[in-house]
């Protein structure tokens, strides 16, 4: 992050590299505080599911694992009746192992956007063991969803969402930048040159950013899939070339719905519970809805019921397995035939949409249990201390009186040091890229201003200074 770039006295430095020095510089110093909340709130996530059970072990679980458990239908009930309300579930999940509890979830108006309230029902007893609010198809709880919210949107809702795909945008750019820059100085410092303190921070910056590489850029690449701008366009592009991920129909007059992103699940129960059916209410139709999904493959443990939206409509069963490995196959199963209509399967998706899944469960830490968790935080915690030894860097080198007389070459300086053809290919670039991610476009304007701005006050100041 340190402003290595030259002054702005001719030949002492290609422009490609006074160009790439100044970019990694500002964007360490401007985007640096938000990848560091971005590390630190995903730090705190990636450790937390442990925590979760332990705070929700009540919720979660239950002491009765050898019990047989009772239908469906019958547990249902009991969480009506905990409801207080005479509701239809919008989705329930059946206990998926011996000893954990049975999750019957309903709209709430007290929980938010992609929430529902779930009751936890003994499957075997029928108790009701408690009613907290779950979060889309990663189930997570309370607890999690308020670490979720922050790392994602700072608690600020849409609006707060531009911070992550700021974060998402540049962090990419910075690491490739920063091992441009590593391989140009890798030879040309010597090991007399590394004895200062400010040194040492260089010198552990600049080892660490090569072996932290790869992760920087998935979380880049994986944070930005979430992203509402670039996100939309990403979404774009897979529909363009068929690469989305395929979901069934639910439709009984054969309408195929458009296929969808790795979240869109997350909004499924929020459309279903827009739309919820106002025929009769049948409690059985659970039992005998999964039965037909059993009979038809859908053999995982970890899987959900989602009752048809309206009377032409399917039901949906759909596994939610996001461990490896991945159990996502879906049926659509009429609910007065228990035939089904559709039906999609994992093995068969296209191998970008396959990808996609398994980029989005490794980033949220569950493809491969506590080895995946641990990764994440090993490579956050790179973030974390880069961004650190960085900001230090900058400190010892920051601009003094005695160094003012030296003013950095400004991005626009380095392009119009650069042969024609390769300005314009970095123009062109830009324009492209702040085209495909446009938080990274307009961040790229304000701080080529402030490039700019900056550089001019201090030559005004110098030339203050000089009379």
């Given at each position: 992050?340190?402003?290595?770039?030259?002054?702005?006295?001719?030949?002492?430095?290609?422009?490609?590299?006074?160009?790439?020095?100044?970019?990694?510089?500002?964007?360490?110093?401007?985007?640096?505080?938000?990848?560091?909340?971005?590390?630190?709130?995903?730090?705190?996530?990636?450790?937390?599911?442990?925590?979760?059970?332990?705070?929700?072990?009540?919720?979660?679980?239950?002491?009765?694992?050898?019990?047989?458990?009772?239908?469906?239908?019958?547990?249902?009930?009991?969480?009506?009746?905990?409801?207080?309300?005479?509701?239809?579930?919008?989705?329930?999940?059946?206990?998926?192992?011996?000893?954990?509890?049975?999750?019957?979830?309903?709209?709430?108006?007290?929980?938010?956007?992609?929430?529902?309230?779930?009751?936890?029902?003994?499957?075997?007893?029928?108790?009701?063991?408690?009613?907290?609010?779950?979060?889309?198809?990663?189930?997570?709880?309370?607890?999690?969803?308020?670490?979720?919210?922050?790392?994602?949107?700072?608690?600020?809702?849409?609006?707060?969402?531009?911070?992550?795909?700021?974060?998402?945008?540049?962090?990419?750019?910075?690491?490739?930048?920063?091992?441009?820059?590593?391989?140009?100085?890798?030879?040309?410092?010597?090991?007399?040159?590394?004895?200062?303190?400010?040194?040492?921070?260089?010198?552990?910056?600049?080892?660490?950013?090569?072996?932290?590489?790869?992760?920087?850029?998935?979380?880049?690449?994986?944070?930005?899939?979430?992203?509402?701008?670039?996100?939309?366009?990403?979404?774009?592009?897979?529909?363009?070339?068929?690469?989305?991920?395929?979901?069934?129909?639910?439709?009984?007059?054969?309408?195929?719905?458009?296929?969808?992103?790795?979240?869109?699940?997350?909004?499924?129960?929020?459309?279903?519970?827009?739309?919820?059916?106002d025929h009769a209410f049948d409690p059985q139709l659970y039992d005998r809805v999964l039965s037909a999904a059993r009979n038809e493959g859908l053999k995982a443990d970890r899987i959900e019921i989602i009752p048809a939206a309206g009377p032409g409509n399917a039901w949906k069963v759909r596994e939610i397995g996001r461990e490896w490995p991945t159990e996502v196959d879906e049926a659509a199963i009429d609910p007065t035939t228990l035939t089904v209509i559709d039906r999609t399967r994992f093995e068969t998706f296209p191998l970008a949409a396959k990808l996609t899944r398994w980029g989005v469960d490794l980033h949220m830490g569950v493809l491969f249990g506590w080895i995946n968790q641990l990764v994440l935080v090993v490579f956050a915690s790179a973030l974390v201390v880069m961004l650190v030894?960085?900001?230090?860097?900058?400190?010892?080198?920051?601009?003094?009186?005695?160094?003012?007389?030296?003013?950095?070459?400004?991005?626009?300086?380095?392009?119009?040091?650069?042969?024609?053809?390769?300005?314009?290919?970095?123009?062109?670039?830009?324009?492209?890229?702040?085209?495909?991610?446009?938080?990274?476009?307009?961040?790229?304007?304000?701080?080529?201003?402030?490039?700019?701005?900056?550089?001019?006050?201090?030559?005004?100041?110098?030339?203050?200074?000089?009379?």
């Amino acid at each position: 992050m340190t402003d290595q770039t030259p002054s702005a006295s001719p030949g002492q430095k290609p422009w490609g590299w006074a160009f790439i020095a100044r970019l990694h510089f500002y964007i360490g110093l401007l985007v640096g505080p938000f990848l560091l909340i971005a590390a630190l709130s995903g730090i705190l996530y990636a450790l937390t599911p442990q925590v979760e059970h332990w705070l929700y072990h009540e919720q979660f679980y239950t002491d009765n694992d050898s019990g047989t458990p009772l239908p469906l239908a019958d547990q249902i009930r009991a969480a009506r009746q905990a409801l207080g309300r005479d509701e239809a579930p919008m989705a329930v999940r059946p206990a998926p192992a011996p000893g954990e509890t049975t999750r019957v979830m309903f709209s709430d108006p007290s929980v938010g956007q992609w929430e529902h309230l779930a009751i936890f029902v003994d499957p075997v007893t029928n108790e009701v063991r408690g009613a907290l609010p779950v979060y889309g198809t990663s189930g997570i709880s309370a607890f999690r969803i308020v670490i979720d919210k922050f790392h994602r949107s700072l608690l600020l809702g849409e609006p707060g969402r531009v911070y992550s795909e700021l974060a998402a945008s540049w962090l990419w750019i910075v690491a490739l930048g920063g091992l441009a820059l590593w391989f140009k100085r890798r030879r040309s410092v010597s090991r007399s040159s590394q004895a200062g303190a400010g040194q040492r921070a260089s010198r552990w910056h600049t080892r660490l950013g090569p072996w932290a590489l790869i992760g920087f850029v998935f979380f880049s690449a994986t944070g930005l899939t979430w992203s509402k701008y670039a996100g939309g366009n990403i979404g774009e592009l897979r529909h363009m070339y068929g690469w989305q991920t395929p979901t069934v129909s639910t439709s009984l007059d054969g309408v195929t719905p458009a296929e969808q992103g790795p979240h869109a699940e997350h909004a499924a129960h929020s459309s279903h519970d827009m739309a919820m059916m106002d025929h009769a209410f049948d409690p059985q139709l659970y039992d005998r809805v999964l039965s037909a999904a059993r009979n038809e493959g859908l053999k995982a443990d970890r899987i959900e019921i989602i009752p048809a939206a309206g009377p032409g409509n399917a039901w949906k069963v759909r596994e939610i397995g996001r461990e490896w490995p991945t159990e996502v196959d879906e049926a659509a199963i009429d609910p007065t035939t228990l035939t089904v209509i559709d039906r999609t399967r994992f093995e068969t998706f296209p191998l970008a949409a396959k990808l996609t899944r398994w980029g989005v469960d490794l980033h949220m830490g569950v493809l491969f249990g506590w080895i995946n968790q641990l990764v994440l935080v090993v490579f956050a915690s790179a973030l974390v201390v880069m961004l650190v030894l960085g900001y230090a860097m900058w400190w010892r080198r920051r601009p003094t009186r005695a160094s003012a007389a030296l003013t950095p070459v400004t991005l626009i300086q380095a392009l119009l040091r650069a042969p024609r053809p390769a300005a314009l290919a970095v123009v062109i670039t830009a324009v492209l890229l702040g085209l495909a991610l446009p938080v990274l476009g307009v961040s790229l304007i304000v701080l080529v201003l402030i490039d700019g701005a900056v550089a001019l006050a201090q030559r005004r100041r110098r030339a203050w200074a000089m009379g």
